[in-house]
Structures are given as structure tokens and as C-alpha cells.
């Protein structure tokens, strides 16, 4: 018991000498004003239409969602310049003459863009037991069926940027 009692002193001075002076407050760099950065990137794709009438379960998880709604905001955020569309596949900038051309071909038909992949960062503020996801970019992505009409895979359409 002596010999611990000098050692418990000297952690509770240390302890002490490493709290901030009243007023003072600390930051972290893993810290942001949302919470603490959990998954500084996640990528994840995220199903907007139901491509299988039978799964009653995509029908009720997306039961809420307004896909043309969705779709709408997100090509009006490029043609007004508020986010940035890109080439999936090198990141090169798309001029909006040229997506708007794109569109009109029906190479990206509003109305049958099936999912989205979202690039995030994730935030956790345990004092305050909240989340926070801010979007980096989505991808928009639509279906590709084979020749009797099955569903084969997603093709990538183009990637928006979104301003942070």
C-alpha cells in the first residue's frame, strides 16, 4: 500500500496537468463540428425503384421515396450549376450542353434511373447521440435487362459532385 500511494499521486497530477484551463476547449482533428468522423469515405449503392414486383420488401422500404422527385433535384443541381456532373469512369468534368444532349437521347432517362451510390462521410456525437452522413457525390445508375427482359446489373451513368 505505501509503495502505491506515491504513484497515485503522480497519475492524479498528470491527470490534471492535461485538462484545459477553465474557458478552454479541446479539439481533435478526428473531431468535426458534427462529431467525430467514424468513416472519414463509405461508399454504398442504394435501390430507388423496385425492379422486382414481387419483393415486397424493396416496395415497402421505398414506399416514401419520390424517385422523380429525387431525380429531378439532383440533374437541376448540375444544369444550374450548383453540383458538378463527372465521368464515372476518369472523374473528367461533363459540361452540361453535353449531359443535357445525353439526356435527350435517352441515354439517362430520369424516369428509369434505378439507383444511387453515395461516397460519405460519416459522423457520430455521442454527447449529443447524433449522426451525421454528409454526401461527397452520387453516382446514378440504371438497370440493364437482357434480351427476353431480365434484370442484368446497373450501369453507371455519371457521378455528381456535390459542394460541401
Known sequence: MHKSFPLLFVLQFLFQACQPE????TTSSAQSTSGIVVADTIIYPVDIINLDSTNTWASSR???LNQQQTAD???KAVYEG???ALDYYNREPIPVEKLKEMEASGDFDREKLAQLQFEETWQIDPVAGTMTKTVQSVLL???VFDSRG???????????????
Open 141 to 143: 445508375a440504371w438497370p
Open 22 to 25: 477553465s474557458g478552454e476547449t
Open 150 to 164: 431480365n434484370f442484368q446489373a446497373y450501369q453507371a451513368g455519371f457521378l455528381i459532385e456535390l459542394k460541401q
Open 73 to 75: 433535384l439532383l440533374f
Open 82 to 84: 450548383n453540383a458538378e
Open 62 to 64: 421505398l414506399r416514401n
